[in-house]
């Protein structure tokens, strides 16, 4: 089965900073990645889908990147309420493993 | 309004049964694949398995292959996971999610909570 990670595992950042999380699957995907946003005790929020698409209502902030094996989730300017761990995950065919996650704090 | 439903959760012993049901409202249910998500105390998400539209194709993670069984009810807009030879590790949230075709999981339920313990 195709292995994914993220890089890193946690990051602490400034109002603003412009931030980047990265996911490697170990077997060419294509661009059958998506993100996830997970805040603190709530349910899972789809981001971005097909690796780069944008879902309907997510700020523009937000942007993704990559195909093949490496993707990258992009933060343009961090805002207090993007305190989450984003998740990716493949969904070429099964199983639609996830990434370990990303948390993301304010410094 | 779109909305996912779990219930079913509880405490069980290891080696018993469980079934999990979600109930599916707002949307035409019988058009999309739908997924089992779970997330143990203070860890990442796990996927759980996943049902085509018409329950014809199922797939599950390795970790629960064999002991869960996926399926779904297109007539009552009901999905389930039933749940056999339940372990300690098992003890998670598990959420039913709405699979849509160009990738990703877009409607969540609240999650249901299944704790395994003697």
């Known amino acids: 089965d195709i292995q994914m990670t993220q890089s890193p595992s946690s990051l602490s950042a400034s109002i603003g900073d412009r931030v980047t999380i990265s996911c490697r699957a170990s077997?060419?995907?294509?661009?059958?990645l998506v993100w996830y946003q997970q805040k603190p005790g709530k349910v899972p929020k789809l981001l971005i889908y097909a690796a780069s698409t944008l879902q309907s209502g997510v700020p523009s902030r937000f942007s993704g990147s990559g195909s093949g094996t490496d993707f990258t989730l992009t933060i343009s300017s961090l805002l207090p309420e993007d305190v989450a761990t984003y998740y990716c995950q493949k969904y070429d065919s099964a199983p639609h493993t996830f990434g370990p996650g990303t948390k993301v704090d304010i410094k | 309004q779109v909305q996912l439903v779990e219930s079913g959760g509880g405490v069980v012993q290891p080696g018993r049964p469980l079934r999990l049901s979600c109930a599916a409202s707002g949307f035409t249910f019988n058009n999309y694949a739908m997924d089992w998500v779970r997330q143990a105390p203070g860890k990442g998400l796990e996927w759980v398995a996943v049902t085509s539209y018409e329950g014809g194709n199922k797939y599950y993670a390795d970790s629960v292959k064999g002991r869960f069984t996926i399926s779904r009810d297109n007539f009552k807009n009901m999905l389930y996971l039933e749940m056999d030879s339940l372990r300690v590790e098992d003890t998670a949230v598990y959420y039913c999610?709405?699979?849509?075709?160009?990738?990703?999981?877009?409607?969540w339920g609240q999650g249901t909570t299944v704790i395994v313990s003697s």
């Open positions: 077997q060419d995907i294509s661009n059958y």
């Open positions: 999610a709405r699979a849509v075709p160009r990738g990703g999981l877009d409607i």
